[in-house]
């Protein structure tokens, strides 16, 4: 079955730092995958969406890129502020929003 | 922006009694979801559910779940002899399509804790 791993330690950073992310995934080739941010105590709330044939993809601090060869998203934080203090969790879609999440990193920005 | 709704929030009880979790999806969505997620674990899809039938279930989704659309706007998760292992935040979510372009939209969450 498809494994989806994300970094397994919390990130702790200062502000205006940038978050860097890490998803790597095995048994699949998705043609698409997402991030999603989580607060505690709330739902997976959808942040952005990259395909297989997209390197990149920008949403104002936030950028996205999708390594198909090395099966791994990156997903970065620019200018980072207290506020984007979450957990944040890709995502593969394995037919029809069946979502397959990984398990999260807990980002943590300093002010 | 519109809103997925899950009443209760909060839902506790005994082991082996039935509980009903509640959920009002967007008003013009046609996919509904449930997902579970135990405390420090990953979220888990459950089922699928379009046209008044479930699309696709997951092993966690046995004969003690169930799911009913009762009119046009109630989407429910039946557990009928709840477990102690059953307590998870559950959350419901509905997309218009699925068209990769619609997001979903998760809500809130009920935190079940069975006793």
């Known amino acids: 079955s498809q494994k989806i791993e994300q970094n397994s330690e919390a990130l702790n950073i200062q502000e205006g730092k940038t978050a860097t992310l890490t998803c790597n995934y095995t048994n699949y080739s998705p043609a698409y995958l997402q991030w999603y941010r989580q607060d505690p105590g709330r739902g997976p709330v959808f942040l952005l969406l990259i395909r297989e044939n997209e390197k990149e993809k920008r949403k104002e601090r936030l950028k996205v890129t999708f390594d198909t060869t090395l099966k791994q998203s990156l997903f970065h934080i620019t200018a980072s502020q207290p506020a984007d203090s979450a957990t944040y969790l890709c995502a593969l879609d394995i037919g029809d929003y069946k979502l397959s999440f990984g398990a999260g990193t807990t980002v943590t920005v300093r002010a | ?115």
Request: charged share 20%; with cysteine; aromatic share 14%.
């Open chain 2, 1 to 115: 922006e519109p809103e997925v709704t899950q009443t209760p929030s909060h839902q506790v009880t005994q082991m082996g009694q039935e509980v009903i979790l509640r959920c009002v999806p967007i008003s013009n969505h046609l996919y509904f979801y449930w997902y579970r997620q135990i405390l420090g674990q990953k979220v888990e899809f459950l089922v699928s559910f379009y046209n008044n039938e479930i699309s696709e279930k997951s092993e966690i989704f046995d004969d003690q779940f169930s799911v009913e659309r009762p009119d046009g706007s109630n989407f429910t998760l039946k557990i009928r002899s709840t477990k102690l292992e059953d307590s998870a935040m559950y959350f419901c979510a509905s997309t218009l399509s699925r068209d990769i372009n619609e997001k979903l939209f998760f809500g809130s969450g009920t935190q079940l804790s069975v006793l």
